[in-house]
């Protein structure tokens, strides 16, 4: 497997997502531009310029049309996926740390971060069709959470909103009243940080990674804890593949911890594991840092990951992977 290394970034990357189609690859990072660019051969094809700080994190719409950007400048955008240009800004008081388009594209979910004694919250914003007509005011506010809310997702039919955080707790919520509906089990939950959280294909299910060394798999109705992979590093990033039953776990110890300790200590690798047997099938090497975002192609041919290094590596599977037996 030769991965194609893309290098568009000065800083550590965030976040990376595909499109529907997977032909295109977005990533985020701590640079002020989300780049854009081709899946298949790693070509960039352009730069989304605006922002005034970290973007934490994106979404693009079903038809690629639109992009949403979360960013530590306090705002979030809405881009031009073809041309660039930024559509509307949605500003808040505090920074912006996770976004996601609703089944749909007409809402968005947004979370924001404490900041200056204003507690974090998740917000639903209405898309609008044409950019002229929207507005920047929510439709619901959610706050709960102690700490960052790293990661807030749409559930099944965008009945409810599922988010995850610094307070290591997932909390479902109702998308429509704002009720809390539902809490993860204490004894079967994480015990730090949840950093990541990815839905599969078809919402029955999902996955967290967290600071304490673990992915775990979730039902997204009832919050049982299904599965549990374990590693070493503190996890950073998840990611599900949409054809095979693998999930790919991606971290590494902290990156100002990095320079006292050997390489191979630091584990910045991904991780493959069986989503059923829970057992490691295998790892992918080459990032010299902590691995902080994942995102698989869907057509399960290919994964990308994203580095404190600034790079993005994107691997092309062998024939071989697809007859790993368990």
Known sequence: MRPILLKGHER?????????????????????????????????????????????????????????????????????????????????????????????????????????GVPSAIHVKRIAKDPADQTGESLLTLQGHQGKINRAVWGPLNKTIISVGEDAVIRVWDSETGKLLIENEEETGHKDEIKSLVKSKDGSHFLTGSRDKSGKLWDTRTLTLLKTYVTQPPINAVAMSPLL??????????????????????????????????????????HFSPINALAFNPDGNSFSTGGEDGYVRINHFDSDYFKIKV
């Open 12 to 116: 550590p990357l965030t976040f990376i997502k595909y499109n529907e189609d997977g032909d295109l690859l977005f990533s985020c990072a701590k640079d002020h531009n989300p780049n854009i660019w081709y899946a298949d051969n790693g070509e960039r094809l352009g730069t989304y310029v605006g922002h005034n700080g970290a973007v934490w994190c994106c979404d693009v719409s079903r038809d690629s049309s639109l992009l949403i950007t979360g960013s530590g400048d306090s705002t979030s955008k809405l881009w031009n996926v073809r041309t660039g240009q930024q559509l509307f800004s949605f500003d808040f008081k505090c920074p912006a740390r996770s976004v996601e388009f609703s089944i749909g594209d007409r809402l968005a979910v947004i979370t924001t971060d404490p900041f200056m």
């Open 245 to 286: 039953d693998h999930v790919v776990l991606g971290g590494g110890q902290d990156a100002n911890k990095v320079t006292t300790t050997d390489h191979r200590a630091g584990h910045f690798e991904s991780k493959f594991f069986d989503k059923i047997h829970e057992k490691e099938i295998g790892t992918v090497k080459g």
